[in-house]
């Protein structure tokens, strides 16, 4: 049985209700335990309230430590300029102690994401996280072209090869639209398989 971990960041909930398809999607498959957790939110209160950032505090915050139980890590973090969230990255260079033992070598690793535009750096932010799975020795798995969805220019949308995406527009009043919320289910399904094909 596999154990999938989808963690994430999100301010306005584009990035948490993604994760919840991540996490369905991955649930599909048969015999796989799924975890949805957060990391910890770093600005002040005062600056989250005012800046109306969503209440996520019904979601449990994840430790550090706790990533070696899992079989599948999948991270879903809006833009930041161009790269993840600075919550998720601080979460991620707390995992020190985790590389020094290759605690999570050999795990699968994917990654999510949100941007305002739709050039805003979807995939650069993507990639970027990957970069980081890889030095702790997680095999990457992204969005195949099996999931048909992305393909088409009929209306516009995320996702892309690298992995699931959502556009927020600037304002953020775009809500992830089907198709977004269907790759991010694939991709949970597609991870959820082949972590229950590694760990068997
Ligand atoms: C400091 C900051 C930097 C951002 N940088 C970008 C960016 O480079 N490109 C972009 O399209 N959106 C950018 N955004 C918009 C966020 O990515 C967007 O609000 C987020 O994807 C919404 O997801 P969430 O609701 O899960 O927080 C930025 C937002 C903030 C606060």
Redesign the pocket.
């Known amino acids: 049985m596999a154990k999938v971990l989808v963690l994430y960041y ?7 209700e993604m994760a919840q398809a991540v996490a369905d999607g991955a649930r599909s498959v048969a015999g796989t335990e799924v975890a949805v957790k957060r990391v910890p939110e770093l600005v002040p209160e005062a600056v989250r309230q005012s800046a109306h950032y ?1 209440d996520e505090s019904g979601v449990p915050v994840a430790t550090v430590d706790e990533l070696a139980q899992y079989d599948a890590i999948i991270i879903g973090t ?5 790269n993840m969230a600075s919550q998720m990255k601080n979460f991620l260079d707390q995992t020190g102690g985790l590389w020094a033992k290759g605690a999570l070598v050999g795990k699968v690793g994917s990654v999510f ?5 739709q050039h ?2 979807q995939e650069s932010t993507i990639l970027s996280t990957h970069t980081v799975l890889l030095h702790l020795g997680l095999v990457i798995v992204g969005l195949p072209y099996s999931f048909q969805g992305q393909m088409g220019v009929s209306e516009v949308m995320g996702n892309s090869p690298y992995g699931a995406s959502t556009i ?1 527009d600037g304002d ?1 009043s775009r809500r992830p639209s089907a198709v977004e919320l269907d790759g991010a289910r694939y991709q949970g399904r597609h991870v959820a398989e082949i972590a229950a094909k590694l760990s068997a």
């Open positions: 999100s301010s306005w909930g584009h990035v948490s969503k809006p833009t930041r300029y161009g994401t949100s941007t305002a535009t805003g750096g927020a953020g």
